[in-house]
């Protein structure tokens, strides 16, 4: 059963993009449920799927219940065993005849909550205090984030190659939609040309480095790294609690359907491959 879970994370991985994040969720969802089953002494052949059983799956979820998941939480490891059964159909190891069943639980999203344009204003000004090298950075980032709507995760992964000053656009190669090009207004330009003439050269140890952005030590720069910047400048600007990637993606979006930019342009630039996805953020215009 290792295996499968192995093969059905790269699968993921590869064919289906899911973010890092997701992966490591799933594959503990998984684990979760490989160690339920040997406890429930369920699991007689681990090698086998045909050991997960409707029975097995039902005291499963009862014993997901017990523990007090949060409803996402818990409507998440749902779709990690739902989603690995149907690959385990989809490459035969697993009949669809005989394949056990597992509800979904029902789960109330929240709806997104971006942040005021005054607010964003005032957490964008606090990196502009700063003239060194990782100052500079700072802007560069947080900017391009709120101007595009890009996923931190995206964001990281951006490598020089993807900024093109000519033509004022971005490479994009993240997210279940694959490459998008997302178009830059001149502001944003004018902030990446600084960064790249005056402080990526003074951040980066190596020619071969091929990050847009990079840390102290002249690496890419981490989602965790990138994490703990937000916050500073979040405490800093006093919005602690309030600012983070996603709430700058949410305020990206609200902010322009209400300066009148259409949906479908919007679920373009976010990279969501449903338009009901992007539909949420019309519910937060005024």
Same mark, same amino acid.
């Given at each position: ?25 799933? @594959? ?9 089953? @040997? ?22 979820? /009862? ?22 059964? @149907? ?14 069943? +597992? ?14 344009? *005054? ?19 700072? @802007? ?9 709507? %890009?996923?931190? *995760?995206? +964001? ?27 178009? %830059? ?64 993606? /949410?305020?990206?979006?609200? /902010? ?15 990279? /969501? ?14």
């Amino acid at each position: 059963m290792e295996a499968d879970i192995k093969s059905f994370l790269a699968y993921l991985e590869n064919e289906k993009k899911y973010s890092l994040n997701t992966l490591s969720a799933y @594959k503990s969802d998984l684990e979760q449920l490989v160690a339920f089953s @040997k406890s429930s002494n369920t699991l007689v052949n681990i090698d086998t799927s045909k050991s997960f059983s409707n029975e097995l799956l039902a005291q499963y979820l /009862h014993n997901l219940k017990e523990k007090k998941y949060s409803q996402a939480t818990l409507a998440r490891k749902v779709a990690a065993a739902k989603t690995f059964l @149907k690959y385990l159909i989809d490459i035969g190891k697993l009949s669809s005849e005989s394949a056990p069943k +597992l509800a979904s639980p029902q789960v109330n999203k929240p709806l997104p909550k971006p942040l005021s344009v *005054s607010d964003v204003r005032r957490f964008l000004a606090r990196p502009s205090k700063l003239d060194s090298a990782d100052g500079i950075r700072d @802007k560069t980032m947080l900017e391009l984030l709120y101007a595009t709507g %890009l996923r931190a *995760s995206e +964001l990281m992964a951006l490598n020089v190659v993807d900024v093109d000053i000519k033509n004022t656009q971005i490479r994009c190669r993240g997210g279940k939609v694959g490459q998008r090009i997302i178009p %830059l207004d001149s502001l944003i330009v004018s902030i990446l040309i600084k960064y790249l003439n005056e402080a990526r050269p003074k951040l980066v140890n190596t020619d071969t480095e091929e990050a847009l952005f990079l840390n102290c030590r002249g690496e890419r720069l981490t989602r965790q790294g990138f994490w703990q910047i937000i916050q500073g400048y979040a405490d800093d600007a006093g919005l602690s609690g309030k600012v983070t990637p996603r709430s700058l993606r /949410h305020s990206f979006a609200a /902010h322009k359907l209400n300066s009148g930019v259409d949906l479908q342009s919007v679920q373009e630039l976010l990279g /969501h491959t449903h338009i009901s996805t992007t539909k949420v953020y019309q519910e937060l215009r005024p």
